[in-house]
C-alpha cells in the first residue's frame, strides 16, 4: 500500500521537481543560467513543460505494430515501478514482504528491456530498433557487475529483506556490527553513520562504485546514454513516441535513475537511519531517529545519489560502444566477482 | 475462494497468450506471448508459496531467455508483415507424440498430488534452498555450474573474431 500512497506521489512529484534541477544542475555546470522565464529564476518551468506535453496530440505513425506500439510505455514504467514495492519507507513500515525481497526486485526491474524491446520493434523505425537493441545490450550486460555488487552487501547483511538489511545498520540491530569490520571496535551503541555498511565494511566502498557505475548504465543516463544518444539515434527507442507516451518513457527514466538512488541509500547508507552518532552520554542518534525523521533521511539520501547523477551526467561524454562493453565485462565484472571473494573470506575468517 | 478465483485468472494468462503463440503468424508477437504466459506461470509459484522459484522464473525465463530469443528474430532477418510461413509434415506421428505426452504429464500431475494452497511452513526460503544445494544436492549444483561455464567458453570462443 505505502508503494501506491508514498513512493508514486513521490516519483511524480520529483520528477517535476528533478527536471528542473537537472536543468539548473547543467546551467551551473556551463556557467549559464538555465530556465529563468517562468515564474520567479523559472521554477514552474517544468509545470509548463508538462502541461504542454499533455497536450499534444497522440500520434500513432501509421506503419507501427498497433498493439505492441502502445504496450510498450507501460510495461517499461510497470516493470521500473514494481520494484519500488519492497522499498522499506522508515522505521516500522516496510514494504511488500517478501522473503527474497532484494532478488525480486533486481529480476522485475530487468523486466523493463522487453518493453524497451516492444518499443525499438513496434515503431518499425530503424532507429528506434538500433536504440532498442543498444539499451538493451547495455542492460543485460551491466545487470552483471550490478548483481555481483549487491550480492556482496547480501553477504554482509545475511539477508535479503530490505527492512531487515536497514535495521542491521544502525542502532536498533539486534546483530552484533563492528567498524571497518574489525572485532573489538564494537558500534552498537554508537550508531549513525559509524555503522552503515560502507563504514561497517570497508570493501563495500568499492562495491558500491560498481554499484553506482552500473546503476547508471541500467538507467540510460550519461555517459551511458548510447541508446538515446540525440546526435547519432535522434532519441533511440523513443524516436516515435509523443505526447503522454513518450512522457512515461521519461518517468520511467526518472523512476529508474529514484530507484537506484534508494537502494544504493538502502544498501550501503543504511537506509532510514540518521548520519549522527551518540557521542557519549550526548544521544544524538536517539534524538535523530524515529518514523518520521526516517522517511527525512531516506528521501534525503536518495536525493543527494540524484545530485549526484545528475552531476555526473553534465560533467563527463558519452562513452563508445567498445568501451561500454569493455568496462562492464573486462573491468567491472572482475572487480566484482573479486571482491565478493575477498568479504567471503573476511566474513568468515575475520569476522566470525 | 479468493485463491481459486486467482488460480483461475492466472492459468488463463498462461493458456491464452500460449493459443495466441500458436496461431498468429508474426513471430515477434509471439514471444511477447510466451513472455505473458511465463509470468502466469511465475505467479502460479507464488500462489504455491515458492516465491524463490516465482522470482528466478521471471529472472531467467521472461528476463534471460525471452530477451535472447527476441535478440535471436531481431539479428536475423525482418519477416516483415506476411509473417512466418512453415509447411506440415509428419502430421500423424507429430499428433501421437503430442497427445501422448499430454497423457504423460496429466498423469503425473495427478500422482504428485501437489499441496494446494498450505499455510507457509517456512520463513526463510532462500537460506534453505542455498543450504540445500550446498549439502544434498552438492552434485547437481556442481554440474550446473560446470555447464554454465562450457556454455560461456563456448559463446566467448564463437565471439572470437576468426581472422587469424
Known amino acids: 500500500m505505502i508503494t501506491f500512497l508514498v513512493f508514486l506521489p513521490f516519483l511524480l512529484g520529483f520528477v517535476v521537481v528533478g527536471v528542473y534541477g537537472e536543468r539548473k544542475i547543467a546551467g551551473f555546470v556551463q556557467n549559464r543560467l538555465g530556465p529563468m522565464e517562468v515564474g520567479p529564476k523559472g521554477i514552474v518551468q517544468t509545470v509548463a513543460d508538462l502541461l504542454k506535453m499533455l497536450q499534444k496530440e497522440d500520434l500513432r505513425p501509421k506503419a507501427v505494430d498497433q498493439l505492441l506500439f502502445l504496450a510498450a510505455p507501460i510495461i517499461v514504467f510497470g516493470a521500473i515501478f514494481t520494484g519500488y514495492a519492497v522499498l522499506p519507507l522508515t522505521e516500522g513500515v516496510s514494504g511488500s514482504v517478501i522473503d527474497a525481497g532484494l532478488f525480486f526486485l533486481l529480476s522485475v526491474v530487468s523486466l523493463d528491456v522487453l518493453g524497451i524491446l516492444l518499443a525499438g520493434w513496434g515503431s518499425n523505425n530503424k532507429y528506434a530498433l538500433f536504440g532498442a537493441m543498444r539499451s538493451v545490450a547495455q542492460i543485460v550486460s551491466y545487470e552483471i557487475p550490478l548483481g555481483l555488487s549487491v550480492l556482496c552487501v547480501v553477504m554482509v547483511a545475511q539477508t535479503l529483506d530490505l527492512q531487515e538489511m536497514v535495521t542491521q545498520q544502525g542502532i536498533y540491530a539486534t546483530e552484533e556490527s563492528f567498524l571497518f569490520g574489525i572485532k573489538g571496535l564494537k558500534i552498537n551503541a554508537t550508531g549513525g553513520f559509524l555503522s552503515w555498511n560502507i563504514f561497517s565494511m570497508p570493501l563495500l566502498i568499492i562495491a558500491f562504485i560498481i554499484f553506482f557505475i552500473s546503476g547508471l548504465a541500467e538507467s540510460n543516463r550519461v555517459p551511458f546514454d548510447l541508446p538515446e544518444s540525440e546526435s547519432e539515434l535522434i532519441g533511440g527507442y523513443h524516436t516515435e513516441y509523443s505526447g503522454f507516451r513518450w512522457g512515461l518513457f521519461m518517468l520511467s527514466e526518472y523512476g529508474m535513475m529514484l530507484l537506484v538512488s534508494f537502494l544504493a541509500a538502502i544498501l550501503f547508507f543504511g537506509g532510514w537511519y540518521s548520519p549522527f552518532p551518540n557521542i557519549g552520554s550526548f544521544e544524538l542518534a536517539e534524538m535523530t531517529n524515529g518514523p518520521v525523521w526516517g522517511v527525512i533521511w531516506l528521501f534525503g539520501k536518495a536525493t543527494f545519489f540524484i545530485f549526484l547523477q545528475i552531476m555526473a551526467r553534465w560533467t563527463y561524454p558519452r562513452l563508445r560502444v567498445d568501451q561500454l562493453m569493455s568496462l562492464s565485462w573486462k573491468y567491472l565484472t572482475p572487480v566484482a566477482i573479486l571482491l565478493l571473494f575477498l568479504i567471503g573470506i573476511w566474513k568468515i575468517w575475520v569476522i566470525s | ?164
Open chain 2, 1 to 164: 475462494m479468493t485463491l481459486n478465483i486467482l488460480f483461475f485468472a492466472f492459468a488463463a494468462m498462461i493458456v491464452v497468450p500460449l493459443i495466441y503463440l500458436l496461431i498468429t503468424k508474426n513471430i515477434i508477437r509471439a514471444a511477447f506471448a510466451f513472455a505473458i504466459s511465463l509470468l502466469g506461470m511465475a505467479a502460479i509459484y507464488v500462489l504455491l508459496n515458492a516465491e524463490f522459484m516465482a522470482v528466478v522464473q521471471i529472472l531467467i525465463y521472461a528476463g534471460g531467455i525471452v530477451v535472447l530469443l527476441i535478440f535471436g528474430v531481431m539479428l536475423t532477418k525482418r519477416s516483415g508483415d506476411e509473417g512466418v510461413f512453415t509447411a506440415h509434415h509428419q502430421v500423424i506421428p507429430g499428433v501421437l507424440v503430442s497427445l501422448a505426452f499430454f497423457v504423460l504429464l496429466t498423469q503425473s500431475i495427478f500422482d504428485v498430488n501437489l499441496a494446494w494452497g498450505e499455510e507457509v511452513t517456512s520463513t526463510d526460503q532462500v537460506k534453505q534452498i542455498g543450504v540445500l544445494y550446498l549439502t544434498d544436492h552438492l552434485i547437481a549444483f556442481e554440474l550446473i555450474a560446470f555447464l554454465l561455464l562450457m556454455a560461456l567458453v563456448g559463446a566467448a570462443f564463437l565471439a572470437k573474431k576468426s581472422d587469424q
